[in-house]
């Protein structure tokens, strides 16, 4: 399985944009997703994860209430929807993907995927 992130961009402060990873050459049902992202000068950092197992989810208190993962089993597709951005939020932002991962704090650990996509960039301008 291959991951492919799309929908960065440039946004003003308070707009919105939504982040797909869709899945190439095999199905994401099995996999817990995750989203991560990195500023220039910054180590990558944590956003959001749903859990393979009954969809939990988890998102880091920087983002939360803005930013929602969601997935889409028939479309092969996981999505970062993101409102209200701000311009600390001006990142690369990469999903990953892992069959072995089950709890949720393991879903916070970069460290703890396999299978990476190539990042997409977000610009938040003020």
């Known amino acids: 399985v291959q991951l492919q992130a799309s929908g960065g961009g440039s946004v003003q402060a308070g707009g919105s944009l939504r982040l797909s990873c869709a899945a190439l050459?095999?199905?994401?049902?099995?996999?817990?997703m995750g989203w991560f992202r990195q500023a220039p000068g910054k180590e990558r950092e944590f956003v959001a994860a749903?859990?393979?197992?009954?969809?939990?989810?988890t998102t880091a208190d920087s983002v939360k209430g803005r930013f929602t993962i969601s997935r889409d089993n028939a479309k092969n597709t996981v999505y970062l929807q993101m409102n209200d951005l701000k311009p600390e939020d001006t990142a690369v932002y990469y999903c990953?993907?892992?069959?072995?991962?089950?709890?949720?704090?393991?879903?916070?650990?970069?460290?703890?995927?396999?299978?990476w996509g190539q990042g997409t960039l977000v610009t938040v301008s003020s």
């Open positions: 990953a993907a892992d069959q072995n991962i089950a709890t949720i704090a393991r879903a916070r650990l970069a460290l703890e995927y396999d299978l």
């Open positions: 050459g095999g199905t994401l049902r099995s996999y817990t």
């Open positions: 749903m859990l393979w197992s009954g969809y939990s989810t």
